[in-house]
T-cell receptor, first 116, second 113 residues
Framework: NAGVMQNPRHLVRRRGQEARLRCSPM?????VYWYRQLPEEGLKFMVYLQKENIIDESGMPKERFSAEFPKEGPSILRIQQVVRGDSAAYFC??????????????FGAGTRLSVL | SQQGEEDPQALSIQEGENATMNCSYK?????LQWYRQNSGRGLVHLILIRSNEREKHSGRLRVTLDTSKKSSSLLITASRAADTASYFC?????????????FGKGITLSVRP
């Protein structure tokens, strides 16, 4: 049973380019969360999605950032016109849909974005 | 400010010793969880304790929760070099059913062989 798969593991972009980060949740998981981690910091919540729906995007910057979780395929976190401050590790997590199991989130290995 | 704040920020111990890490939070919670992160890796879930529980064990891990003080502790007994990692507490606040976790900044644990 594969865990949460994120790709790419490392992504280098120049300022102004677009970054696309992909996340495939664990099998049987219908909830996806994206977090951002700056060096020496904890994870900061960005967005929570279920299939085809954004449930909570209170942690997402209002501009340049978007996320989707289509009916088929992985969840995508998209950052347009990247700036140096977007450099960070971006983690995806997934959870089951019911009861207490929903509270346990399983994390991918992360995508480390470097903006030159 | 962070919902969960751990202390100490860094802890260095000898293999075989016990490691105690603390976490404080601000708002009412559904549950509190501890995660571990090895350098350059994702987070691994260690243990979840519900708001109506006071203590929980899992192998060499012991977690306590004091909701009156809004604090939790994670004890790792008989530490091993492989326990070297960053440890984060995460709270799942009572604000709906969204299970949005709020993480502290983490504690860096170093276990010397």
């Amino acid at each position: 049973n594969a865990g949460v798969m994120q790709n790419p593991r490392h992504l280098v972009r120049r300022r102004g380019q677009e970054a696309r980060l992909r996340c495939s949740p664990m099998k049987g998981h219908s909830h996806v969360y994206w977090y951002r981690q700056l060096p020496e910091e904890g994870l900061k919540f960005m967005v929570y999605l279920q299939k085809e729906n954004i449930i909570d995007e209170s942690g997402m910057p209002k501009e340049r950032f978007s996320a989707e979780f289509p009916k088929e395929g992985p969840s995508i976190l998209r950052i347009q016109q990247v700036v140096r401050g977007d450099s960070a590790a971006y983690f995806c997590a997934s959870s089951r849909s019911q009861g207490l199991a929903k509270n346990i989130q399983y994390f991918g290995a992360g995508t480390r974005l470097s903006v030159l | 400010s962070q919902q969960g704040e751990e202390d100490p920020q860094a802890l260095s111990i000898q293999e075989g010793e016990n490691a105690t890490m603390n976490c404080s939070y601000k708002t009412s919670i559904n549950n509190l969880q501890w995660y571990r992160q090895n350098s350059g890796r994702g987070l691994v879930h260690l243990i979840l304790i519900r708001s109506n529980e006071r203590e929980k064990h899992s192998g060499r891990l012991r977690v306590t929760l004091d909701t009156s003080k809004k604090s939790s502790s994670l004890l790792i007994t008989a530490s091993r070099a492989a326990d070297t990692a960053s440890y984060f507490c995460a709270t799942d606040a009572i604000s709906g059913a969204n299970s949005k976790l709020t993480f502290g900044k983490g504690i860096t644990l170093s276990v010397r062989p």
